[in-house]
């Protein structure tokens, strides 16, 4: 059976022979059928099967019959690591050359401008990571509703990296109608469970035993002490002319310490995990598939889902405590039916994850016992307080991050210090507090009397020159945050920027002042009360004037006419008494005459009076 079996239209045909692509894999043979006609596929293969190209295939086909104006993101695939990301772009790119659509990708740890400027373009085809796919939505920058594909690859390792409740959140984002491939190399109950919700009348695609390694695969076991571990890697590298090797760490530190010590062995290396930026970690693997770098150091993490192709060697430099992921590193090599080698270097205190690889592999690891470093510790592993095997690689790497935790807190107690020593440098010197000379006399305050402004013992200020002010004298206590009103004139320097000021008089400048004078003038107004009539005598009037009658007086002050009282004339709303109506339907509230309102300032003068400068009344 040939891809042109499989119902491939000619532009894929020919881009598929173009990448040297002849007969297809188990998984591209049973996939790409049910997934041209349209149905759910639930795929289960390990990495290096072909499994992007059993599900690029198919979309490119089902998406090149039509294409909308303007273009709207119709097919989505959804992976757990930036580096497996970028391989299927390119990957559909390499697919579809020869097809009018359009795919980019898009994944944190970069700037999101290019990525969104590539989706303002229009696009047909989506590669993400779940973090920076839901960032961008979240953000209203992306839109979900026209998926009509959706791929969800290397779903066991979502799980295991915890991304698997974004991917419940990125399903809640797509709409309900639409097809769904999802591959994984295992099929945990979690996986299983997401399987049921998501698929329907799927159709299920097994290619080998779940977690089996690839038979090309040849495999070999070392025996070696933990300190002679980059020492007999560096050997092998040089016996046997390896020109490329990808070496798996335990550890990010394990990682960055192996990629250093074979520099300095003259083997040019290059590490990458989840520390390193994601700038570095595209250029480690660029400088690395070009050949630049020799070696390639990983963590389990960061390697996953990484494609070189006829990539001959990989090293596990420490075993690790999942028997599954040996079979994932292993499968890095030996990919599309080429050769490769896995070679595993084993401590003493890693006897216990052999066994259950080799357990998991249903046949142990050829052993290769002719090599320069032997292992010669057979100590017993250390145990923590709970019993549990402490293992040297992960001590290690705890130790150097609690070191450099230290380090990094005392730099940065250290600047700290030195800017609390520069900011004390440089601060403007404390302004002493200036008092008058013992012997100076004091000011005595009168009582002010009523209308009238303090009056002092003291000469008036126009009396005295700016030059004939009292002597000041210097005190070492250091200025408080403030300074008595009657004091402050001692804190002024012998040239004042402003005139002198008499600091008794009320200033009406001051915040206190005016909030004072405001407080009055928003204040309500009470109703004035009503005038009320004063009993008067009755006097014998002289005759001819009897029964006239003559207006009340108020009592006479000496030497002034009585003047007439008038009745005040109150508003309807003070008066008590009300118009009689036709109904009694509610009538808008009419604004009282503007001689009942609320006065201002200005024609408040008796309330400001205090506070003119002059009184020219």
Do not use: W
């Given at each position: 059976m040939n891809f042109r079996d499989l119902g491939l239209t000619a532009p894929i045909l020919k881009a598929l022979t173009q990448e040297g692509y002849t007969d297809p894999t188990p998984i591209q043979r049973k996939a790409i059928p049910p997934a041209l006609a349209g149905?759910?596929?639930?795929?289960?293969?390990?990495?290096?099967?072909?499994?992007?190209?059993?599900?690029?295939?198919?979309?490119?086909?089902?998406?090149s019959g039509r294409t909308p104006k303007p273009r709207v993101i119709r097919a989505l695939i959804l992976t757990p690591t930036r580096e497996l990301?970028?391989?299927?772009?390119?990957?559909?790119?390499?697919?579809?050359?020869?097809?009018?659509?359009?795919?980019?990708?898009?994944?944190?740890?970069?700037?999101?401008?290019?990525?969104?400027?590539?989706?303002?373009?229009?696009?047909?085809?989506l590669v993400a990571t779940p973090g920076r796919l839901l960032d961008l939505h979240g953000q209203g920058l992306?839109?979900?509703?026209?998926?009509?594909?959706?791929?969800?690859?290397?779903?066991?390792?979502?799980?295991?990296m915890g991304f698997i409740h974004d991917v419940k959140r990125v399903l809640k984002l797509l709409p309900e109608k639409k097809q769904t491939l999802f591959f994984s190399a295992t099929m945990p109950p979690e996986v299983m469970g997401l399987v049921n919700g998501l698929l329907h009348d799927y159709a299920r695609v097994a290619v080998d035993p779940v977690s089996s390694p690839v038979e090309v695969i040849r495999q070999s076991l070392y025996?070696?002490?933990?300190?002679?571990?980059?020492?007999?890697?560096?050997?092998?590298?040089?016996?046997?002319?390896?020109?490329?090797?990808?070496?798996?760490?335990?550890?990010?530190?394990?990682?960055?310490?192996?990629?250093?010590?074979?520099?300095?062995?003259?083997?040019?290396?290059?590490?990458?995990?989840?520390?390193?930026?994601?700038t570095a970690r595209v250029q480690a693997l660029s400088d690395f598939k070009a050949g630049r770098v020799r070696v390639l150091v990983a963590t389990d993490i960061a390697a996953r889902g990484i494609d070189i192709d006829q990539l001959p060697f990989v090293f596990n430099y420490n075993l690790p405590d999942v028997p599954e992921t040996y079979v994932h590193r292993i499968g890095r090599?030996?990919?599309?039916?080429?050769?490769?080698?896995?070679?595993?270097?084993?401590?003493?205190?890693?006897?216990?994850?052999?066994?259950?690889?080799?357990?998991?592999?249903?046949?142990?690891?050829?052993?290769?016992?002719?090599?320069?470093?032997?292992?010669?510790?057979?100590?017993?592993?250390?145990?923590?307080?709970?019993?549990?095997?402490?293992?040297?690689?992960?001590?290690?790497?705890?130790?150097?991050?609690?070191?450099?935790?230290?380090?990094?807190?005392?730099?940065?107690?250290?600047?700290?210090?030195?800017?609390?020593?520069?900011?004390?440098?440089?601060?403007?010197p404390v302004a002493p507090v200036l008092e008058k000379e013992p012997d100076a006399p004091k000011k005595k305050k009168r009582r002010r009397k009523k209308g009238g402004a303090a009056q002092t013992d003291a000469p008036a200020p126009e009396a005295a020159a700016p030059a004939e002010r009292e002597p000041l004298v210097l005190r070492d206590k250091p200025i408080g945050r403030g300074v008595r009103q009657g004091h402050i004139e001692d804190t002024l320097p012998d040239d004042p920027a402003m005139p002198v000021t008499d600091f008794y008089k009320p200033n009406p400048l001051d915040s206190d002042v005016i909030l004072d004078a405001t407080a009055r003038l928003l204040a309500p107004r009470r109703p004035a009360p009503r005038p009320q009539a004063q009993p008067q005598q009755k006097k014998q009037e002289p005759a001819g004037q009897q029964g006239r009658q003559k207006p009340r007086r108020r009592g006479k002050k000496q030497g002034a006419p009585a003047q007439p009282v008038k009745e005040p004339v109150l508003p309807p709303s003070l008066s008590g008494k009300r118009k009689r109506r036709r109904d009694d339907r509610p009538r808008p509230i009419e604004a009282p005459p503007r001689s009942d309102r609320q006065k201002d300032s200005t024609q408040h003068k008796s309330l400001m009076r205090p506070y003119y400068l002059h009184d020219d009344d």
């Open positions: 149905r759910d596929v639930l795929g289960c293969a390990q990495t290096g099967t072909g499994k992007t190209c059993a599900f690029a295939a198919p979309i490119l086909q089902r998406l990301a970028l391989q299927i772009q390119d990957s559909f790119v390499a697919y579809g050359r020869n097809l009018p659509l359009r795919s980019a990708v898009i994944f944190g740890g970069v700037g999101q401008q290019p990525q969104v400027d590539a989706i303002n373009r229009g696009l047909d085809i992306l839109e979900l509703s026209h998926i009509e594909i959706f791929v969800l690859d290397e779903a066991d390792r979502m799980l295991d025996y070696v002490d933990k300190a002679n571990k980059t020492k007999l890697l560096a050997h092998l590298m040089e016996e046997r002319h390896i020109t490329s090797a990808l070496v798996f760490s335990r550890t990010k530190h394990g990682a960055n310490r192996i990629a250093q010590d074979l520099v300095k062995r003259g083997i040019s290396a290059a590490a990458i995990h989840g520390n390193k930026s994601q090599t030996g990919r599309a039916g080429h050769e490769g080698e896995a070679i595993s270097f084993c401590q003493f205190d890693e006897k216990d994850e052999l066994k259950a690889i080799e357990k998991l592999l249903g046949k142990p690891i050829p052993v290769v016992e002719d090599h320069p470093f032997p292992m010669e510790n057979f100590d017993p592993p250390q145990k923590d307080k709970r019993g549990r095997v402490v293992n040297a690689e992960d001590a290690e790497a705890r130790a150097a991050a609690k070191e450099k935790r230290r380090q990094k807190d005392g730099s940065n107690k250290a600047k700290a210090e030195e800017r609390k020593k520069a900011a004390q440098g440089t601060a403007a």
